[in-house]
């Protein structure tokens, strides 16, 4: 996964990194080259006396030394660049493949993952990238070149280099591939810990309010002492690994010492050969060092690029359309035979709904909870599509529209509004970004907004929490709703958007909101039988199928479920005082319920 993705996304930068990897090349051959002119500045200059020959291979060690430093600061240089764009890239590249999922791909991967997943994995492969580009890339061929030059100056003590690098090699497969299980585990023990952070993050109020902050500590405080002892048993390795490491270096070191004195004594090797070998033995142990250092963070990078390929590697469960269609007439919205059943469900949430909605219709959909009226809604929005009939706006399959357009066309408020960290003004002008102060006004207006807007210290300038959480539900609802205005959609979507608002300002808000909406397809999702009352038509959902349509009057009387639903909202008139005993269940009738409902704004 680690090679797939590092392949991919590097492309776009091979000419950098060939460039970056001439310029290495050219830092090694001067590193290898420094003991050899240090072998010869000893035996040809020092030994023999001749100060010419030392001034000449110092003037050129120095050039040499040179070269390779300038090359080594060009060569880090351009692998931080190349690996932050990589950064940057794959980061992009998750965040859009998100962008594209549905609603049932999120909660497959769960949202702290997927952030997870988003900045952290991503670093660790960046940071392996910066590590690789400056050290494991030159490592290998430092230490083959040590090899060979070594060779060239005496074979026999050359072996012990070379036993060196087996035994390193051996060292270093065994450490990683025993520690590679564990940081998979501690990644998904991570994701774990956030998921629960967020929710008591998140779920505070709840947490204090049913006095489980102990119960919570507990489980927050076991997730943690899990994830600290899989660190500490990682720890422990990268621990060991050290001291073994040093070990094999300092006992080859001590050999080839030993070895070379005893060849010099015999005659078969001069000291400049053996201050080489030194040379090359100092390069290998170099070497060795930087790349332990980024060996360990090989297996956490292998885990998070598995993680990372997972995201981008999943097809979205509501595909791309094929022609990307971009009606131009008809605003109507229409669901014929339509059927939805949920991944892996037994039964459907939705079947048989044939439901048209006409340009310029208000429709009313009311349903128990648990009925699919959202659902319904997600259909139209292709957060999900259908598993039979199909989903028509302007005439077309929504599995054929253009995505961007069919949100243009689209307005939908959902009951859980979701309002972002910045201003009020800022939020407004999220679903228009061109709108101007006087446009915001007037929105804030038809919502019944203005005045607590007017209020704030800086009006349209005032801060907004993440989540909307310094307003109250009724606020963030009507700023929501004023943001969609802004849009100025064919369709408008009202998933029960209006249940946090007391009963005179909805009726208000609806009073001014029927002039926008004039022309406009519009279907509102309602829990009150009184806040749809009005609709042109209303359609009545039960265990996924519209068991009836009509006007409200006409539903009072002929639709049992409205009915039922309609005695369910309402308190039972004053009656005179029972006498004691169990009182008697009152049990309304359709004309008890309209007479009621019409008593209400």
Not at 148 to 163: G, K, W
Not at 242 to 260: D, H, K, Q, T
């Amino acid at each position: 996964m680690l090679i797939t993705l590092l392949r991919v996304r590097l492309r776009p930068y091979a000419r950098t990194v060939a460039l970056l990897l001439l310029l290495q090349l050219v830092q090694i051959l001067a590193a290898l080259a420094l003991p050899t002119l240090g072998a010869a500045l000893i035996d040809d200059g020092v030994v023999k006396g001749e100060a010419d020959s030392v001034r000449r291979t110092g003037a050129v060690m120095l050039a040499v030394a040179l070269v390779q430093v300038c090359c080594s600061l060009a060569a880090a240089l351009l692998a931080s660049r190349t690996a932050m764009a990589l950064g940057r890239d794959v980061r992009s590249a998750v965040f859009r493949r998100v962008l594209d999922f549905a609603a049932h791909d999120v909660g497959r991967f769960g949202t702290p993952s997927l952030l997870t997943r988003t900045v952290n994995d991503v670093q660790q492969v960046q940071m392996l990238v910066v590590s690789a580009f400056g050290v494991v890339v030159p490592a290998p061929l430092m230490c083959v070149g040590s090899l060979v030059l070594a060779l060239r100056q005496d074979v026999p003590l050359s072996l012990c280099l070379v036993a060196l690098v087996v035994v390193l090699a051996a060292v270093f497969g065994v450490l990683l591939s025993r520690m590679s299980p564990w940081y998979a585990l501690m990644q998904t023990r991570l994701d774990g810990l956030g998921r629960v952070l967020r929710e008591q993050i998140t779920g505070v109020r709840v947490v204090r309010a049913f006095v489980q902050d102990t119960r919570e500590r507990e489980r927050f405080g076991e997730l943690n002492s899990e994830l600290n002892g899989i660190s500490l048993r990682v720890g422990r390795q990268i621990a060991t690994m050290f001291p073994v490491v040093l070990l094999v270096l300092n006992v080859f070191g001590v050999a080839v010492v030993w070895f070379g004195a005893g060849r010099i004594g015999s005659g078969a090797m001069q000291v400049g050969a053996l201050s080489a070998f030194l040379g090359y033995l100092s390069l290998i142990l170099m070497s060795v060092v930087m790349v332990t250092f980024v060996f360990l963070s090989v297996p956490r990078a292998r885990v998070s690029a598995g993680r990372i390929q997972e995201v981008l590697g999943t097809a979205p469960s509501v595909p791309p359309p094929v022609s990307g269609a971009r009606p131009d007439t008809g605003t109507g919205l229409e669901l014929s035979a339509a059927e939805f059943r949920y991944p892996d469900a037994q039964e459907p949430v939705l079947r048989d709904i044939d439901l048209t909605v006409r340009p310029g219709e208000q429709v009313a959909i009311l349903g128990s909870t648990g009925s699919g009226k959202t659902t319904l809604l997600n259909l139209v929005l292709r957060q999900f599509d259908v598993t039979a009939g199909a989903v028509r706006v302007g005439g077309a399959d929504v599995r054929e529209w253009d995505t961007e357009v069919l949100f243009r066309t689209v307005g939908f408020v959902p009951q859980r509004s979701q309002l972002f960290s910045g201003t009020i003004a800022s939020n407004l002008r999220f679903g228009n970004p061109a709108a101007t102060d006087e446009e915001l006004w007037r929105a804030l207006e038809t919502v019944q907004a203005r005045d607590f807007v007017e209020r704030l210290p800086d009006g349209l300038g005032a801060p907004v929490a993440q989540g909307g959480t310094n307003l109250s539900g009724g606020q963030r609802q009507r700023l929501a709703i004023a943001r969609t205005l802004l849009r100025r959609p064919r369709i408008y979507l009202f998933d029960d958007c209006f249940s946090a608002l007391d009963y005179a300002t909805d009726a208000a808000l609806r009073a001014a909101l029927a002039p926008e909406l004039a022309g406009a397809t519009v279907v509102t999702i309602a829990q009150r039988v009184a806040a749809v009352r009005h609709a042109d038509r209303i359609v009545v959902l039960d265990e996924g199928r519209i068991v009836g349509h009509g006007t409200h009057d006409a539903l009072l009387r002929d639709c049992p479920a409205y009915q039922e639903i309609a005695r369910s909202q309402l308190s039972p008139p004053t009656r005179p005082v029972q006498p004691a005993g169990p009182s008697p269940v009152h049990r309304f009738s359709a004309e008890e319920a309209a007479d009621a409902l019409a008593e209400q704004p």
